[in-house]
T-cell receptor
């Protein structure tokens, strides 16, 4: 089946630093999504990407849909303590009404004040 | 607007007992998804419905798990009998069902089977 790879499992950065996370797939997707999960909550959508090569920003977050359609990255600039959480990538292969997502295992981000 | 509502938020039960998790999707959404999250396996899709009809239940672990969606505003995930390895956080998510539309997650039910 489809698998998404996110590594490392954990990242530790200093407040104010930029951080980049990568997600790779063994197969093609035509939608890439990045979610963030806070402790005790469900994942919340950060950015959605719908076209190969697309670069999209949401405040301090920037994400890109890889040209090969098998990867995506998320950048967080000028990190702050509330950026702490688990960041998941998710891929979707849109076929008609099929809206099934495949999730990576997530990267736990820690931000030191 | 209310998001996806799940109940209970926490459940502690003993092995062998029946567990029922409940979900109310966002009004107007016609796709509903049940996920399980564990440290070892991450976020796994168990089953999803479109217009109340189960579309893909290939992620349901075994016959002890069943899910229903009797109407557009309610779904249940039942485990009978429960086992300690079922301990996890169970999320419900909903979307408009259109291809490419994002899924909105509920807060989850944290299940502990002793």
């Amino acid at each position: 089946g489809q698998q998404l790879n996110q590594s490392p499992q954990s990242m530790f950065i200093q407040e104010g630093e930029d951080v980049s996370m990568n997600c790779t797939s063994s197969s093609i997707f035509n939608t890439w999504l990045w979610y963030k999960q806070d402790p005790g909550e469900g994942p919340v959508l950060l950015i959605a990407l719908y076209k190969a090569g697309e670069l999209t920003s949401n405040g301090r977050l920037t994400a890109q849909f890889g040209i090969t359609r098998k990867d995506s990255f998320l950048n967080i600039s000028a990190s702050i303590p509330s950026d702490v959480g688990i960041y998941f990538c998710a891929g979707q292969l849109r076929t008609g009404a099929n809206s099934k997502l495949t999730f990576g295992k997530g990267i736990t981000l820690s931000v030191r004040p | 607007d209310a998001g996806v509502i799940q109940s209970p938020r926490h459940e502690v039960t003993e092995m062998g007992q029946e567990v029922t998790l409940r979900c109310k999707p966002i009004s107007g959404h016609n796709s509903l998804f049940w996920y399980r999250q564990t440290m070892m396996r991450g976020l796994e899709l168990l089953i999803y419905f479109n217009n109340n009809v189960p579309i893909d239940d290939s992620g349901m672990p075994e016959d002890r798990f069943s899910a229903k969606m009797p109407n557009a505003s309610f779904s249940t995930l039942k485990i009978q009998p429960s086992e300690p390895r079922d301990s996890a956080v169970y999320f419900c998510a909903s979307s408009t069902g259109l291809a490419g539309q994002t899924q909105y997650f509920g807060p989850g039910t944290r299940l502990l089977v002793l």
